[in-house]
């Protein structure tokens, strides 16, 4: 990185991200994840019930600036995952990673932790399924240079985090903590990875 330039980081995925962009537009305190503007420029690319499958039908998935963004931070699978078998949500995640680091150019991939969701808003097994997932994403990026997977904090303990839909991360004013964990995990994790 020359000197003085700044380190761009993108955000990608589904609707979590979507939400996440929509939040922290709405409040300026959060711009930039909170990060230093004269070091960083955050940015999002996202789009609610995103796939790997309706990914290339997306263009803005597909055209990336020049030069492209230092750092990446994907969340997505878990709406891949209500359709399609464990192992292909792997696959899909860690070649994607691949084609952003190789293909596109991206210094740093962060493949963000899946999370559960409420049973009675998704299909028998999905959160048995994301422990799975999650694990093979931990143990596939540890032999990838420049591919991290990354496990969000504040969690994990209970479902708490879930908004009404069962689905998605709460992002009421009640609830604003549980959505500003997000910010806090992702923004630590760009920190760590940037160095």
Not at 14 to 29: K, P, T
Not at 58 to 84: H, S
Not at 147 to 168: A, E, K, M, N, P
Request: hydrophobic share 35%; charged share 20%.
């Amino acid at each position: 990185m020359a000197e003085g330039a700044k380190i761009h980081v993108r955000l990608m995925g589904h609707s979590y991200i979507r939400r996440l962009g929509e939040f922290i537009a709405a409040n300026e305190n959060y711009a930039n994840l909170q990060l230093d503007n004269t070091r960083y420029f955050v940015d999002f690319q996202a789009r609610g019930g995103l796939t790997f499958q309706r990914l290339a039908q997306c263009a803005e998935f597909t055209n990336f600036p020049k030069p492209p963004p230092d750092v990446c931070f994907l969340q997505m699978g878990g709406n891949d995952l209500c359709r399609v078998q464990p192992h292909k949500v792997v696959t899909d995640l860690l070649s994607y990673a691949q084609y952003l680091r190789d293909g596109v150019g991206i210094k740093n991939v962060i493949v963000g932790q899946l999370l559960r969701r409420q049973p009675w808003a998704t299909r028998p097994g999905y959160n048995e399924d994301v422990i799975y997932v999650n694990n093979k994403l931990k143990e596939g990026t540890a032999t990838l240079e420049n591919i991290y997977y990354w496990q969000h904090r504040g969690f994990w303990t209970d479902l708490s985090y879930l908004g009404r839909d069962g689905v998605h991360i709460e992002g009421t004013s009640r609830h604003m903590k549980k959505y500003l964990h997000s910010i806090h995990s992702i923004r630590i994790a760009v920190l760590h990875h940037s160095r």
